[in-house]
């Protein structure tokens, strides 16, 4: 703020968009997938912006499941021979152009791999193709790098190794935030997953396909592709405010954002973890950075939450719950659901449209009010196609066998695994009686009703004392 | 005591009367009108409390307000008041704290909080005082202290911290409440210990519902305001509130209004729960210092400096010694106030009587000299600093020319625009006459959200005309037809309005006459509502669609978009501008003749100068400046307020509150009584006759006010308005300003001129493309030539996909050209349609359309119908069941006033909203049907989401309720469910005979074989207050026949 000598501040700003996934219900990998989640994104177009010219996007992306067999082949090139799926990580880096910038982050990188005791396999710069892309998106244009970390061998549950990719992620990138120099590019982690990776940048929804020739290869196989397109309240460009990110696609506005990032920075303090030791805790710490889009922040929460150990849809009912207060007509082991989590954690609220992946299910969260819309059908090929606008993808009538739309607070999920289709109710339902919640609050909760006669009687002071 | 504790702690008898009085008597906020006109709290002679510094945000564009009446349901107080626990773990003791229902603690409450011990939670009581001895530093010792005493709590294990200020006295005097408790708040949250700690504020000086919105915005878990509860009950002993309710009764009803009060601050933000609220510090700050907004209220925006701790304590401690005074004779009377209404010895008012007088008679007489004296009254605050604005000065450092050298008037006269007021609002005369002298002048007028009646599109036998030639498009769409989409020079969407930002507005029934309710589609006799959102705009993306739709609707309009002034309106005008508006306007917060609650006028957004400003840098930062126009109004009075704007970034200026004043208007503040002296703002045929205005001095207030703008530029030497546009240099601080309280404000970011780069224009010079030559509708008229040209009967076939947006409107555009709001004989056009329809299938469509679509639409199906016909059934080869899947996307028929639809299929959430004329057969819908639905028909064969007719004033709806769930649904606050008659079963035959032809729907088709059964299974929602009107007029007919 104080950099700028007017009335603007960056932190006013704003973003909308259109978002959507494609899916296999049964967890099928095809390069269909990825092509027809690109249609989805061309055909919103009109969802996203341009800025002050035609061919610069206000941000475009996708995030498909890591295409092993391609990148195998793409490490063979590199002279290195990639361990089998699942046994490697995948990172994808936004990095400054400048060589020596570039080189100082990259050795940053490493040595912050290292000290996790993660082995680093290779760099692969990510082949672009910049024709067409509008010159101010191309004066800040990153140079995007995959590199590719190995598992360490006594880490044999995926859960544990994305743990590990993620503290690599926050460790590497607070310290490079404080150590680098800062250019217009900077450096940034669009995603560090063995299980997902994602290609977005300062792009149009219809530059996407043509930008990354990798999505375009036929070796590139995913169970699904999940994009999102943006529309700015600005023109500046920024590559890394494109989405998705990690977890999710987020289509809405947080209007409590400050209160939220309050809330979070005074209790991280405290936090402890089964999951992470107390050296990994602080370097996951600040779990939020300054300079972010509030979808980022939100994305940013769920993976924390995630990773110490909620599901991902037990994650999104806690942040963007359902209007419980005063809901007679829902069920009383949802609602003890809600209200003890409602006693530590607070709504992120706003309109919302979320689509979420953590690379095995996939799923769609609408805010409790229904200010997005959010349409999905299912097909008898064993698709689900979900997006802000019905008819993004043409299908075949006669194949489709469902045509909904997500109601406010609900919330849908695909689990490829199991291949199928876990409805709201079948899925709350689960999560609600994890644990007992209601007795919890039964047991706990202090009602102001329940509570003893004051020691001393105010209402008697204040006739007393006259006021 | 209560008498000495309210003067310490600010209270004004206007306090009492006009706030807490009726918040007590009648459980709601009180309403006021006119806007506000005295000076921001920085600038005020009187002390202030410290939340006037805090202005509230609102949404606008990047998400919708809630109404938080209608849609109670999505809405909650509660909160809880003790230790977070880790986030990381799912442990039962998290839950461990005091469960509050809402935030406002009676005294029985507190103190039951205040001996809590359950063996592992406790309170702890901090005393929050200074020392009351004027020195520099005191008061920031104190509050060091306090932080301390916190964290000390904290560590010691107590759960909820009370921070109390009742010990006060001679030589100590109580620190703001807001103060104490956003620096104990933001100094755990740096210590870490935030979270483990409930802070309850029990405040002396807390009253307002702002006072309670800041309080919780900035830390406070719950509040108890004793000393207005206190005086409540001092009140009524003393025979101050003439009533009949106990005591108990009137704190009960005055902590009932604070609660709706809240719920409508923060949904004003689109927020929905307290405890999202909690914290969220959704202020900007206008008149602190960065020292103390850093240290104290942390993130939270602040641009322009000011007060420092030891001028907050020299403000609170003003306050105190009234109290406890040094003198012998202490004050025996409150402080008068004079915040609502101009009052002797009250707050400052730049129209006083005296100012009142001047303008009108200088428009009577057209007396130059008149108005100049006029202008200099209130342009002169060297002594008494209203705006911003009265503290710059133009530096004229460019040589001055000949005022003939100055572009004439007659070319300046376009740039201006009178206010948005509706007809209803204000009266027929007061709302022609205005009309009128706009058009002679060739500016423009605006019709308000009331509609326009179709007669002030002729033009009248002298010549004049009484059309506005802006249209406005707000949220309740009221009479927007196509007829009068078509017939606009431009198009303004309201976001938000000055006096009431991310509210909505109601008209009361006793102003809706037959012939309002004729032009806004509605009932005579019927209270009307606007929602807070535009039920179509609920993000930047959407309004880029509506700004699509309007311009299909009438390509030759300006599109443009309001907005009102608020810390970030500048990213959100650039939003705007990328989404093709063609004008954006930025309101000041202080305009606004219509009614809102007095919280609203004075708490919520900023003084147009901020927003300009902001507004302007970040156009051209975004080099977009030169594609779209900047407008802006808000209490804009004399040439210099114009000029000044002008030099800020706005080429186009409105002016409201002043033109009434001249059409006679004397600041009473009764609008919202229908009781106006001046026959302005009453509908009352009584005292419309009193209305002494005429087009002449509206027009020559318009002649003096730019003949004195042109003096001006000649002084600073500029020939041409545009040359002015954002020549921000040209202005400068005036010097020498040594008051204590506003000696320290820093606008050099208002006056910071961002350098624009080689491209980009300081004003509007080129065109948005709007994109409409790829719209299917170019085809469309060219097919329906023929219907065009001789009303012959065409039909035709096309494919749509989703990008195909906004079908058949621009066709609609040229019928309602050509032939009016008639539009073509029923039948006269069908087009058939088949695949995906993109948003707005069939907006605005007129009579004499029929558009077929085999397939699936998006949201705004059937937008604003006038007439038009639409007709929707899943693909023929489908193998799905039509009725249990979705067909239709969200808000269906949003503002329709016509026409007909039948959809074989599932609706999205809120359909049928503020519906005033359209007959519509769908099979199930989501949330919030026939919201604010005030006419037409709606047959839903199916199922219903929740909170059902919410706000429905009139129309009638029918749901065919098999499984008996309905009443769990429906809001029946304003509607009775009942059951179906003969005459309603000949209606229910019609429609769904329709249907079934139309759509060749299995329901409909089963219920028709059955109907004699079947009809027991339809409720028939009946709104109250239409059933009622019927009555009226049925009895009114019966009387006549006698």
New interface residues.
Partial sequence: MASN?????P????????IGFVTSLKGYKSHQHISDALTVLE?M????????ENNTGDGAGIMIQTPHEFFFDECIRLGVHLPAFGKYGVAVLFFPRDIRLREECREIFNRSAERLGLEILAYRKVPVNPDGIGPTALSVEPETEQVFIACPDHISNGDDFERKLFILRNYASHTIQNTVKKDAIGFYIASCSHRVVVYKGQLTSLQVRNYFPDLQNKRVVSAFGLVHSR??????PSWKLAQPFRYIAH???I??L???L????????????PYFTREEMEMLLPIITADQSDSACLDNIIE??TL???SLPHVMMMLIPE?W???E?MDPVKKAFY??H??????????ASISFTDGRIIGATLD??????S?YCVTSDDRVIMAS????L?V???L??????L??GKMFVVDMEKGKIISDTELKKEICSQ?NYGE??N??????ED?????????HL?RD??? | MVFKYQKAFGYSTEDLDTIIAPMALDGKEPIGSMGTDIPLAILSEHPQHLSHYFKQLFAQVTNPPIDPIRERAVMSLATFAGNNGNLLLEDPLTCHSVALKQPVLNNYELEKIRSIDTGLFQSKTLQCYFKADGKPGSLKTAIDRLCRYAVDAVEDGFKVLILQDRAIDSDHASIPSLLSTAAIHHHLIKKGMRGQVGIIVEGGDVWEVHHFACLIAFGATAVNPYLALSTIRDMMESGKLRTHLSEDQLKKNYIKAVNDGLLKVFSKMGISTLQSYQGSQIFEIVGLNKDVVDRYFTGATSRIEGMGLDEIAREALSKHWLAFSRRDIPSSRLPVGGVYQWKQKGEFHLFNPQTIHLLQEATKKNDLQLFKKYSALVNDQTEKAATLRGLFQFKKNRPAVPIDEVEPAESIYKRFATGAMSFGSISWEAHTTLAIAMNRLGAKSNTGEGGEDERRYEKMANGDSMRSAIKQVASARFGVTAMYLAEADELQIKMAQGAKPGEGGQLPGHKVDEWIAKVRHSTPGVGLISPPPHHDIYSIEDLAQLIYDLKNANPKARISVKLVSKAGVGTIAAGVTKAKADVVLIAGYDGGTGASPVSSIRHAGLPWELGLAETHQTLVKNKLRSRVVVQADGQMKTARDIAIAALLGAEEWGIATAALVVQGCIMMRKCHLNTCPAGIATQDEELRKRFSGDPDKVVNFFKLITQDLREIMAELGFRTVNEMIGQVDQLEMRPAIDHWKYKNLDLSAVLYKEPNSLYTGLYCQEEQDHGLEDNLGWKLIEDAKPALDHQAKVTGSYTLKNTDRTTGTLLSYAISKKYGSAGLPDGTIHFKFNGTAGQSFGAFNTKGITLELEGDANDYFGKGLSGARLIIYPPRTASYIPEENSIIGNVALYGATAGEAYIRGMAGERFGVRNSGAKVVVESVGDHGCEYMTGGLVVVLGETGRNFAAGMSGGIAYIYDTRKTFAGNCNTEMVDLDPCDLSDKNELFTLISRHAEFTGSTVAKFILDDLDNQLQHFVKVFPKDYKNALQVSKQGASVHKK
């Avoid at chain 1, 932190?11 to 259109?18: I, V």
């Avoid at chain 1, 409790?368 to 819309?373: A, E, K, Q, T």
């Avoid at chain 1, 606008?389 to 993004?392: K, Q, S, W, Y």
């Fill in positions: 000598p007017g009335l603007y501040n932190a006013f700003e704003h973003d909308a968009c259109g055909n177009e009109h969802r996203g912006a341009c800025g002050c529309f700015a309240t600005n023109t500046f289509n809405g506005e209007n409590t400050q209160g939220n309050n809330w979070l920075r005074t209790s991280e303090k405290g936090f402890t973890s924390l939450l110490s150990g909620r209007a207060d005063g809901n007509q209200e003890f409602s006693s530590f954690m607070e709504p992120w609220d706003g309109p409790r009010n229904g200010l997005r819309p349409r606008e019905t008819g993004v043409p075949d009538p006669a489709i066998i469902e045509k909904g739309r109601q406010p644990k919890w609050l047991k706990y909760k202090i009602r102001l509570l003893p006669e004051p020691r001393v009687m105010f209402t204040e004392h006259g006021f």
